[in-house]
């Protein structure tokens, strides 16, 4: 049980187009999503937490006009990159909490943006 | 040995040996501590994890070592093997408080033959 998937696993996209990455948990209802973002040889960057049903929580330096989460029902968020250019290239990876057990968090297995 | 890459430190251990990856964390409110490991180009994956009212937890071939005054945390892996290469991160979290993952910095562990 507690499986996230994403889609797409990976993406080429032309600079100034947007894409869409989605998160969704699969066998269980997540209240809360998380969104990081992991560049090469580092570490996992907390870009964003959704909740559903109402707006995300961005971290400090972290654009919320050009990455446009939504998070409409309990199973779905999606991630939006908006004008995408070659330094949005990266490692996206969102991670979904149970609503009742908040210190258990699963991760998806991560989508490998490219902007060329 | 231990040597530090372009970004993440690189922890290499002969097959068999027991490997120690050490993780200083940041916040001393935190209270609640997970190891994972990462493979290239995949999610992370849960090991192991511990709440600050403990100080050591075992699991399958696995322990991790929590020390609160200095803000450590290790893990040992007991009888490594060549599966168990990948990189490895220690988050916190502040259950009462930013309740979010915050990760560390992370260190490569290459197992050889």
């Known amino acids: 049980g507690a499986v996230v998937s994403q889609h797409p696993s990976w993406v080429i996209c032309k600079s100034g187009t947007s894409v869409k990455i989605e998160c969704r948990s699969l066998d269980f209802q997540a209240t809360t999503m998380f969104w990081y973002r992991q560049f090469p040889k580092q570490s996992l960057m907390l870009m964003a937490t959704?909740?559903?049903?109402?707006?995300?929580?961005?971290e400090q330096g972290v654009e919320k006009d050009k990455f446009l989460i939504n998070h409409a029902s309990l199973t779905l968020s999606t991630l939006t990159v908006t004008s995408a250019h070659p330094e949005d290239s990266s490692f996206y990876i969102c991670?979904?909490?149970?609503?009742?057990?908040?210190?258990?968090?699963?991760f998806g297995p991560g989508t490998r943006l490219t902007v060329t | 040995g231990e040597s530090v890459g372009l970004h993440l430190p690189t922890l290499s251990v002969q097959e068999g040996d027991n490997s120690i990856i050490n993780c200083a964390y940041s916040n001393s409110a935190s209270d609640y501590f997970i190891w994972y490991k990462q493979e290239s180009g995949k999610g992370p994956q849960f090991i192991i994890d511990i709440r600050s009212n403990m100080d050591k937890r075992q699991g399958q071939r696995v322990t991790v070592l929590l020390n609160k005054t200095v803000k450590h945390l290790s893990l040992q892996i007991a009888a490594t093997q060549p599966g168990d290469s990948a990189v490895y991160f220690c988050a916190e979290n502040f259950s009462g408080g930013y309740n979010k993952l915050i990760f560390g910095a992370g260190t490569r562990l290459a197992v050889h033959p």
């Open positions: 959704s909740n559903e049903g109402s707006k995300a929580t961005y």
């Open positions: 991670s979904a909490r149970l609503a009742k057990k908040p210190n258990e968090q699963y």
